[in-house]
């Protein structure tokens, strides 16, 4: 059973950074790509970072390369999100999501490439 619980938004100001947490209470972590994506009220859900098994490859979107960096702790079942240079456009609501178990990497970047979802993180920041 996959259960994603992502913590650390919250309000900063534009320059600032914050780092999001996800955290798996499953089993099979280590096994299973996982992706950040956000999401603003009337606007589709978007691709933000995605990583893979043990961290050896990871991928961005174009607007945050540079500025976030993704990362994970196959000990802890954590996967990271740490945001740096943070602008106002980047207000959204964060998610974690994970692949299937054991589906290799190939830069997932839809969200129908993710199977399970966290409930996500409201990240502000003001100009």
């Known amino acids: 059973q996959v259960q994603l619980v992502e913590s650390g938004g919250g309000l900063v100001q534009a320059g600032g950074s914050l780092r999001l947490s996800c955290v798996d209470s499953?089993?099979?972590?280590?096994?299973?790509?996982m992706g950040w994506f956000r999401q603003t009220p009337g606007k589709d859900r978007e691709f933000v970072a995605g990583i893979s098994f043990r961290g050896t490859y990871t991928n961005y979107a174009d607007s945050v390369k540079g500025r976030f960096t993704i990362s994970r702790d196959n000990a802890k079942n954590a996967v990271y999100l740490e945001m740096n240079s943070l602008k106002p456009e980047d207000t959204a609501v964060y998610f974690c999501a994970a692949d299937g178990h054991l589906v290799p990497w190939k830069s997932q970047t839809k969200v129908s490439d993710y199977h399970y979802w966290g409930q996500g993180t409201q990240v502000t920041v003001s100009s």
């Open positions: 499953g089993r099979t972590f280590s096994g299973r790509v």
